[in-house]
């Protein structure tokens, strides 16, 4: 490993980890209910196989997947199915999805559905087959379903492993490569003999000698103990500018490829996965044990006990909170994620998703938000733009709602890093005018989809009419030509009228 | 628990981070940058400039409270952003240092009135508003803004402050001017080549100095002074001085080599008339530069050019407002058609329709 490249933009920003950072992972004691979303992921929502009333293990299946970009669910704590039905969830506010709601009952009974796996036995296909099964999706906060990127279409080079918490604030990553090293170069050699790769890279970042350390140290351990010559694994820091552990930024800086615009890092030979997402797929693989519980920064000026907790999926927020000593007076804005990407939660009654790598409560500022001011276009949001995009265009053509120009500014590419809005000196909340804009596109498109559709069905009922009044009069031709049943005629007319008046649904359907 | 619910505060969402300094701050610490080159202007000019510029800010500060009054706009806020006092600032530095007291004041009126706040105001205005002040006043009043005070080094009894604002104040005209005015630098050497005068004869005069212009030369060190620490503060980019700068010394280079009699070197030409103060403070004028990396890169170096082909062949003296105020022109064109290449993207997208 030699040279690094820089990606653009990108800002230093102070870190805020002590708060968090040096502490075990402590085990957060299982709460009264669970609720557990079918949809925590990128992609079709999972489908529910248990029944209200049903008592299921730590462990148990609750919901399969639901298509191949999807991620099964499983029971985070022992209990019984007391409902499935729509609770809200933490993104976007104000829309609920479909939980399976678990009471736990006591029991600390732990199902282990799936015996463990020799990574070096099993085949491709069984392991690929256990990562799906186990329900592992991206824990960075992507959520991407793990097992959809492990089957890449081109020949893979190299492994990333991304350890790169660029937020401040967060230091679930941190805690976990730490405390459970083993864990993250296991689960590297697994995805290594998955995607067939060359080499693996874990990603640091340089303010985190500690996490580096401990997983140099596995990797020795690992060398030592083996026999054969280990595969190529290297730790590898990282200069620390935010948003040094978003995918793309990543994969340039280690490879110095970029990924294509609205692509995938499959395209440049590289596979990334975040450093919880593998050490799941190491308990995954070596445990049998399904993704039932995740590591979380419970952190922020407005907490009182700051630290990582390992939290059984869909656990309140509200427990969570509890269990860190309880916010303080001053507390006041609670956001699921880190300072510069997180969202704003609008309750602490929603719960903890596989997506949900921190909890951050921010006191009240103690002086007025500053006022916002017109853009003065000093482009310091595009020098610090990692994307390269002009954030005061899109801007001006998102408040415009000239919307059609925002697709060749990029919006599609920003990635909403808030690095824009940060050093915005009119105060902008740029961000939030991209997020708004995104949504409103995305509207747009929807309802463009529709109509094409409905075109569709229209073209297809006159196409199917058209056909039906040409095979009438090719009867009548027919009944002309051959008078002797005079009678039977007007029968097969009302018959094909009958159809008519049918709603056009199957053939909307089948276009 | 319950008491603690967090409640909603009017952030927009993320980040939730300190905010950036604001424009106030940012405009404070130009007008802080300017301060060396204006310290070494009243100390080698006189007290005009300062006058001037307590004028103008004055002046400024009423039009811009009036407009925003007028446009329903929240006046304090917007007042202390800071923009009218640069603005003002930047255009008392171009007029002569000792003025009448209206010279500044229309100046002021013609920058924040028509050529800022009729606009829109901060964010809205295509074009430079002091230089667009300072070009009106040079076309509607040529003689009083060709009227330059000598260096004082040069003057036989300088005016004291008292002196100055009397003058100022009684509406220019009073008697004894003469003696302190003279052509400047950048006047005498387009006359002098235009006499078919030696550059060596030209540069003899007492207006000239060892490096540019007598005084000039100081002040424009020290405005670059200033620019370097705006420069290392972040506050502007380096694209813009840097780009101008470049192409002024190669073209005035260029063109000395050829003709030494007939061309100034280079070195006065970066030393002389409102250069630094138009590399570093002028043409970075964020709402009215380009603002993309490559447009700012051909925006300064179209300036630095136009300044040369002003100073050397066009019709006024010194070329930084017009040039500034052509360049603006382009602007538009510049960001659309030189945007940066987006992160992954094979080949920048240079049309903005689809
Ligand atoms: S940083 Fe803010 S003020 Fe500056 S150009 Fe960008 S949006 Fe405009
Ligand atoms: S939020 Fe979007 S526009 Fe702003 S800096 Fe990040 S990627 Fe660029």
Redesign the interface.
């Known amino acids: 490993m030699k040279g690094l490249w820089r990606?653009?933009g990108g800002l230093r920003?102070a870190g805020a980890k002590g708060s968090s950072g040096d502490g075990p992972i402590l085990p957060l004691a299982p709460p009264p209910r669970v609720y557990l979303p079918l949809r925590q992921h990128v992609g079709a929502p999972a489908r529910p196989v248990v029944e209200v009333g049903q008592a299921v293990a730590r462990g148990e299946l609750v919901a399969e997947a639901g298509a191949f970009v999807s991620a099964a669910v499983h029971a985070s704590i022992a209990g019984r199915v007391v409902e499935i039905g729509d609770h809200e969830l933490p993104h976007p506010p104000g829309v609920a999805e479909t939980c399976v709601v678990i009471a736990g009952e006591g029991g600390e009974e732990e199902a282990r559905a799936e015996v463990p796996l020799d990574p070096d036995e099993a085949t491709v296909e069984t392991l690929r087959e256990r990562v799906r099964a186990a329900g592992i999706v991206g824990l960075g906060g992507a959520a991407f379903p793990s097992a959809a990127k492990l089957k890449p279409s081109r020949p893979i080079h190299t492994l990333v492993i991304n350890g790169v918490e660029c937020e401040?604030y967060i230091t679930c990553d941190d805690a976990l490569m730490r405390h459970r090293p083993e864990a993250v170069i296991r689960g590297a050699l697994v995805l290594l003999r998955l995607v067939a790769a060359e080499r693996c890279l874990v990603a640091v970042e340089d303010n985190k000698p500690a996490a580096a350390a401990a997983l140099r140290e596995a990797v020795a351990a690992l060398a030592a103990r083996s026999p054969e010559p280990v595969p190529d694994i290297a730790v590898v820091e990282v200069p620390t500018r935010f948003p040094a552990g978003g995918e793309?930024q990543l994969v340039?800086t280690l490879t110095g490829r970029?990924?294509?615009?609205g692509?995938l890092p499959y395209e440049v030979g590289v596979v990334c996965l975040n450093a919880g997402t593998t050490a799941a797929v190491d308990a995954a693989v070596h445990d049998g044990r399904p993704l039932v519980s995740r590591v979380v920064t419970v952190t922020g000026p407005g907490i009182r006990r700051p630290g990582n907790f390992e939290v059984p999926l869909g656990t309140p927020v509200?427990h969570l909170?509890?269990a860190a000593g309880?916010?303080?007076?001053k507390?006041?804005?609670?956001?699921m994620?880190g300072?510069?990407?997180?969202?704003?939660?609008?309750?602490?009654d929603t719960m903890v998703v596989k997506g949900t790598n921190c909890i951050?409560?921010?006191p009240?500022?103690d002086i007025a938000?500053?006022?916002v001011?017109?853009?003065?276009?000093?482009?310091?949001c595009?020098?610090a733009c990692?994307?390269?995009?002009?954030p005061?265009?899109l801007y001006w053509h998102a408040r415009g709602r000239t919307f059609?120009?925002l697709?060749?500014?990029?919006l599609k590419?920003c990635i909403?890093c808030?690095c824009c809005?940060?050093?915005?000196?009119?105060?902008i909340?740029l961000?939030?005018f991209f997020?708004y804009a995104k949504t409103e596109l995305a509207d747009r498109e929807r309802r463009r989809h529709r109509a094409e559709e409905s075109r569709a069905r229209t073209d297809a009922r006159n196409a199917r009419l058209e056909q039906q009044r040409q095979e009438r009069e090719a009867r009548k031709a027919a009944r002309k030509a051959a008078r002797a049943r005079p009678r039977s005629a007007p029968a097969s007319d009302e018959a094909v009228e009958d159809t008519d008046a049918a709603p056009p649904r199957a053939a909307g359907g089948a276009s | 628990m319950k008491a603690h619910d967090p409640l909603r505060v009017d952030a927009a969402g993320a980040p939730y981070i300190t905010p950036a300094p604001g424009v106030g701050r940012v405009m404070v610490l130009v007008v802080a940058a300017l301060v060396p080159g204006i310290a070494a202007h009243v100390a080698l000019f006189g007290w005009g400039l300062l006058v001037n510029i307590t004028l103008a800010v004055a002046a400024a500060l009423v039009f811009e409270a009036l407009m925003l009054a007028i446009r329903g706009r929240p006046v304090v806020s917007f007042l202390a952003d800071g923009s009218a006092v640069v603005t003002a600032v930047l255009l008392a530095l171009c007029l002569p240092p000792m003025a009448p007291w209206w010279l500044p004041v229309t100046g002021a009126f013609i920058a924040i009135v028509g050529a800022k706040q009729l606009y829109g105001g901060l964010g809205y205005n295509p074009f430079n508003p002091a230089m667009a002040g300072y070009a009106v006043l040079l076309i509607a009043f040529p003689l009083e803004l060709s009227t330059r005070t000598l260096p004082l080094a040069l003057q036989q009894a300088p005016p004291d402050l008292a002196a100055t604002i009397a003058y100022s104040l009684g509406g220019g005209g009073a008697a004894g001017l003469d003696a302190m005015t003279a052509a400047t630098p950048l006047d005498r050497l387009r006359t002098g080549v235009g006499l078919g005068q030696a550059m060596a004869e030209i540069r003899a005069a007492p207006v000239f100095g060892a490096l540019a212009g007598r005084g000039m030369e100081w002040v424009n060190l020290a405005f670059l002074a200033g620019g370097v620490v705006l420069v290392a503060l972040r506050i502007i980019s380096w694209h813009i001085p840097v780009s101008m700068l470049a192409t002024l010394a190669a073209v005035a280079g260029i063109a000395h080599l050829a003709g030494p009699e007939h061309y100034a070197d280079p070195l006065f030409h970066l030393l002389g008339g409102a250069t630094m103060l138009g590399a570093f403070f002028i043409a970075t004028d964020p709402v009215t530069a380009a603002t993309t990396p490559a447009g700012k890169l051909v925006y300064g170096a179209g300036i630095g050019l136009l300044i040369y082909a002003i100073r050397a062949w066009g019709g006024y003296p010194d070329g930084v407002a017009f040039a500034v105020l052509l360049m603006g022109l382009t602007v538009p064109l510049l960001d659309t058609y030189l945007r940066p290449r987006i992160f992954g993207a094979r080949r920048a997208r240079v049309r903005d329709g689809s």
Not at chain 1, 258 to 261: G, N, S, T
Not at chain 1, 326 to 329: Q, V
Not at chain 1, 373 to 380: L, S
Request: net charge positive; with cysteine.
């Open positions: 990606f653009p920003l401040p793309k340039w970029a990924v294509p615009r692509g509200r909170l509890e309880g916010t303080t007076a507390a006041v804005e609670l956001v994620g300072p510069m990407m997180g969202r704003r939660l609008e309750t602490a951050l409560v921010t009240r500022p938000p500053p006022r001011m017109p853009c003065i276009r000093c482009g310091r595009a020098a990692p994307m390269n995009l002009l005061q265009q059609d120009k697709e060749p500014y990029g590419d909403e808030g809005a940060v050093v915005c000196p009119s105060h909340p961000v939030s997020r």
